[in-house]
């Protein structure tokens, strides 16, 4: 085993301190399937082989060819069975948000992936910790308790592999608080300057009607019912499982008592105007706590659409194409995607994955990126 793998792969088994835990179910704690299927193929005197030692280097892969993508994501995939392979796919996560990751295999088989996931601490150090492990149906879910970007790690057994499809998904940990509004109800923003500039607001306004009922996010235990300053009357719920702090403010009316416990759903109150709200439309005042305010947006905000089933052509996958022209090869395909090479007539590629726009490839030099898939059906 290399030291530099040997190096990564310990880094992920160190447990990290609980204020930057992740949150994640039980049934997706991180294991070491990984580290076990290497120590048996250890004990089968495999790892000296070339085939044993493609599978290590194959193991390093996805830390060292981070395959950026953003959220949602989703894409079908193949792993050749003839090589040891791996994949890696990089993305960032707001605190607030919750990933769901759902992988699928399309060809009938009964090949075993370990699919690992690791938080990024440091890039220039390595340093990536192992924080969930997939399911045996390949289901994984998880809420990180700040802003970080994380790496999947996807590698099969030994001389296995497939067609997948996979969903990276990412959608807020709250319910939205006031009923029947969405994020277009939102007038006034985390930040925004109040009392000419003197303090920042530390929530969201979100305007509806008078009495329109004010819901419940999430289960947890009223703290606190009754009046207070600015806030008029307000509402404070305690989330047990993040430890955050919910308030409700110039609420029209309380519809709770204190220490009493609540569900999703649940109405709390209503929308109004007391407080230093009297002389703007009724609106919720919606913020969150915990060592200091926290920008609530990503909690309760559905911030992209949710993908649709898979539909995109997987026939494409594993197809090989020889180049009429010279093409721009992109490294990504958003945004900040940059041109990483050219590709000249005459060069033969492999499509490695597909999704609704574009198209991975591997060139047999060893190119590597992405094309759109309109250039492809021209080829």
């Known amino acids: ?45 495999l790892l000296n082989t070339a085939l044993g030692k493609e599978w290590l280097t194959a193991a390093q892969k996805p830390f ?42 399309i060809t009938n088989d009964t090949t075993q992936v370990f699919v690992d996931l690791f938080r990024i601490d440091n890039d220039s150090l390595g340093t990536y910790r192992q924080v969930a492990s997939a399911d045996s149906v390949y289901d994984l879910a998880f809420a990180p308790r700040k802003d970080a970007s994380y790496l999947l790690r996807l590698q099969p057994e030994l001389l296995r592999g497939g067609q997948f499809t996979i969903t990276i998904e990412n959608v807020p940990t709250l319910a939205f608080p006031v009923a029947g509004k969405n994020v ?12 000419g500039g003197r303090r920042d607001h530390h929530g969201v306004d979100i305007f509806a009607k008078r009495h329109t009922p004010i819901l419940a996010p999430i289960a947890a235990d009223v703290r606190f019912v009754g009046t207070r300053g600015i806030g008029g009357k307000v509402v404070w719920l305690y989330d047990r499982k993040t430890g955050n702090h919910l308030y409700f403010a110039h609420l029209q009316e309380q519809k709770v008592k204190r220490y009493q416990k609540v569900n999703p759903g649940d109405t709390i109150g209503t929308v109004g105007n007391t407080g230093n709200a009297k002389y ?7 913020g969150i706590y915990n060592n200091g305010p926290i920008n609530p947006f990503s909690f309760i905000v559905e911030e992209y659409k949710r993908p649709s089933k898979f539909g995109a052509d997987t026939t494409l996958l594993g197809k090989e194409i020889v180049l009429k022209e010279m093409l721009p090869l992109w ?49």
Request: proline share 5%; net charge positive.
């Open 1 to 45: 085993m290399s030291s530099k793998f040997l190096t990564t792969f310990l880094a992920a088994l160190i447990l990290f301190s609980c204020s930057e835990k992740e949150i994640v179910p039980e049934r997706f704690y991180p294991r070491n399937d990984h580290e076990a299927y290497w120590y048996s193929l250890k004990q089968a005197n």
């Open 64 to 105: 060292d060819e981070q395959i950026k993508v953003q959220l949602p994501y989703q894409e079908a995939f193949e792993i050749s069975n003839l090589k040891p392979d791996a994949l890696g796919y990089r993305f960032d996560v707001k605190r607030g948000q919750k990933v769901l990751i759902d992988i699928n295999l």
């Open 184 to 195: 277009r109800a939102i007038q006034s923003f985390f930040g925004d300057p109040r009392d």
């Open 280 to 286: 703007t439309p009724p609106h919720l005042h919606f």
């Open 331 to 379: 490294n990504q395909m958003n945004k900040s995607a940059q041109v990483s090479d050219t590709l000249f007539i005459g060069e033969q590629l492999k499509i490695a994955a597909v999704n609704h726009v574009y198209v991975r490839v591997t060139s047999l030099s060893g190119k590597k990126g992405v094309l759109t898939k309109d250039v492809i059906r021209k080829l």
